[in-house]
């Protein structure tokens, strides 16, 4: 049952948070919900002539991001690893939080479109994506082929 989102995802999260010890691998974050790690908050914004498309992408660096055009599916991924050496240089490991994965999410923006009407950039861990709008091509209208007889 969807419930109204007043205070987090849910509206009964402040009143009703108690820990439950089973589930210690599924943690809640505030700031991006608790699929983090699987969801790319996406923000739409459609002007006359194009779309504004704004991901937050918080943690991941401009060299992890990759954007791809196929068969009129933009598909925006983001993949983070950590370093183990650079763990090994600063001491023990006590407790590691940070996230290491991977996340894809496609839009369909229509197959006139190409590579270089997209526009992109990425500023303080939110990528901004700049989509023209283009009229689809008209499909042919279906004939029939009368039968005889």
Do not use: C
């Amino acid at each position: 049952m969807l419930m109204p989102s007043i205070f987090r995802e849910n509206l009964f999260d402040d009143w009703f948070d108690f820990p439950d010890f089973r589930d210690l691998d599924r943690t809640e974050r505030e700031l991006y919900g608790r699929h983090a790690d699987r969801l790319m908050k996406t923000d739409v914004h459609e002007h006359d002539d194009h779309y504004e498309v704004d991901i937050d992408l918080p943690g991941f660096a401009k060299d992890e991001i990759t954007i791809e055009l196929n068969d009129g599916y933009l598909t925006i991924s983001a993949a983070k690893g950590l370093d183990k050496d650079e763990n090994d240089k600063k001491g023990k490991l006590i407790r590691q939080e940070r996230y290491a994965g991977a996340m894809q999410r496609s839009f369909y923006v229509g197959e006139n479109v190409t590579e270089e009407e997209i526009k992109a950039s990425f500023k303080h861990g939110v990528l901004s994506l700049n989509i023209p709008k283009k009229e689809a091509k008209a499909v042919p209208e279906k004939k029939t082929i009368m039968i005889e007889g």
